[in-house]
């Protein structure tokens, strides 16, 4: 059992920047993969970032790329998504979360995902 808390998320105006925290429990953080996700209004949960166990992998979605880094601190058992640029879609709630199987060719789907955070809202005005 694996449980996430995100933190980091506010009330910014676009191109301004945000560090978003995700505080994982569990001896096995570093072996497994973790994902950030985000969920606007009406919408569907969105693949934005991810990264493999040992951090030297990672992925985004093309709408984030350039702007958004993810890193992840296993000795602290942390990952987190520093956020660049922000603009108004990217107003969402944020969830990180945990992939138990890793593969590269499946961590852009949300369903691979075993376990998810409560989430942190993140609010852009433009």
């Known amino acids: 059992q694996v449980q996430l808390v995100e933190s980091g998320g506010g009330l910014v105006q676009a191109g301004d920047s945000l560090r978003l925290s995700c505080a994982a429990s569990?001896?096995?953080?570093?072996?497994?993969?973790m994902g950030w996700f985000r969920q606007a209004p009406g919408k569907g949960r969105e693949f934005v970032a991810a990264?493999?166990?040992?951090?030297?992998?990672?992925y985004y979605a093309d709408s984030v790329k350039g702007r958004f880094t993810i890193s992840r601190d296993n000795a602290k058992n942390m990952v987190y998504l520093q956020m660049n640029s922000l603009k108004p879609e990217d107003t969402a709630v944020y969830y990180c979360?945990?992939?138990?199987?890793?593969?590269?060719?499946?961590?852009?789907?949300?369903?691979?995902?075993?376990?998810w955070g409560q989430g942190t809202q993140v609010t852009v005005s433009s």
């Open positions: 979360a945990v992939d138990t199987y890793y593969s590269s060719s499946s961590i852009r789907r949300a369903h691979e995902y075993d376990y």
């Open positions: 569990g001896s096995t953080f570093s072996s497994y993969a």
């Open positions: 990264i493999s166990w040992t951090g030297r992998s990672t």
